[in-house]
């Protein structure tokens, strides 16, 4: 059966622990359409604009 040959240090072992927990920030882009900052790969809400198009009828807030 293997055995460590050597005791894994206090900071060693954080150190490896501590990469499940790292979180990346949310990254967001302008829409093409409208200007409004949106989630990349995902259409805009403010006006349906995606890739080129307009993929979501979007209801208007002032109506």
């Known amino acids: 059966m293997a055995v460590?040959?050597?005791?894994?240090s206090a900071t060693r072992r954080d150190?490896?622990?501590?990469q499940h927990d790292k979180v990346t920030p949310v990254q967001y882009i302008t829409c093409e359409g409208c200007g409004e900052v949106r989630l990349?790969?995902?259409?805009?809400?403010?006006?349906?604009?995606?890739d080129g198009k307009v993929a979501v009828a979007v209801k208007?807030?002032?109506a």
Not at 4 to 8: A, E, G
Not at 15 to 18: H, I, Q
Not at 40 to 50: D, E, L, S, T, V
């Open 15 to 18: 150190k490896r622990r501590a």
């Open 4 to 8: 460590p040959k050597r005791r894994t």
């Open 40 to 50: 990349p790969h995902r259409a805009c809400k403010a006006c349906g604009w995606y």
């Open 60 to 62: 208007n807030a002032d």
